[in-house]
């Protein structure tokens, strides 16, 4: 299985981006978004899973929508209102069930600076 994300870019703050993954080689019951700043450790932003269930850490509510194109396999971060503390790597995360494996992809930058 492969994730693949685009859509890293700089942007200025208050700015909006949109992060894709497409998703290869298996069925994910959860994918989503991580990020990973200079320094700190890595967490989740958002995750969706095949049903619908959505996921958002407290900082991104109200600014960020996850969503799954189960058709093409893919996964969608739009991203409202940056600000500087958003900055990060961000990876696409997946999960399958049965076995239960986790996947990443290789990162796409977002820097959100003026």
């Known amino acids: 299985a492969q994730l693949v994300e685009s859509g890293g870019d700089l942007v200025q703050p208050g700015g909006s981006l949109t992060l894709s993954c497409t998703a290869s080689?298996?069925?994910?019951?959860?994918l989503g978004w991580y990020r990973q700043a200079p320094g700190k450790q890595r967490g989740l932003v958002a995750d969706?899973?095949?049903?619908?269930?959505?996921h958002y850490t407290e900082s991104v509510k109200g600014r960020f929508t996850v969503s799954r194109d189960y058709d093409k396999n893919t996964v969608t971060l739009q991203m409202t209102s940056l600000k500087p503390e958003d900055t990060a790597v961000y990876y696409c995360?997946?999960?399958?069930?049965?076995?239960?494996?986790?996947?990443w992809g290789q990162g796409t930058q977002v820097t959100v600076s003026s």
């Open positions: 969706m899973s095949r049903y619908g269930m959505t």
């Open positions: 080689g298996t069925n994910f019951y959860l």
């Open positions: 995360y997946g999960k399958t069930v049965g076995p239960m494996e986790e996947f």
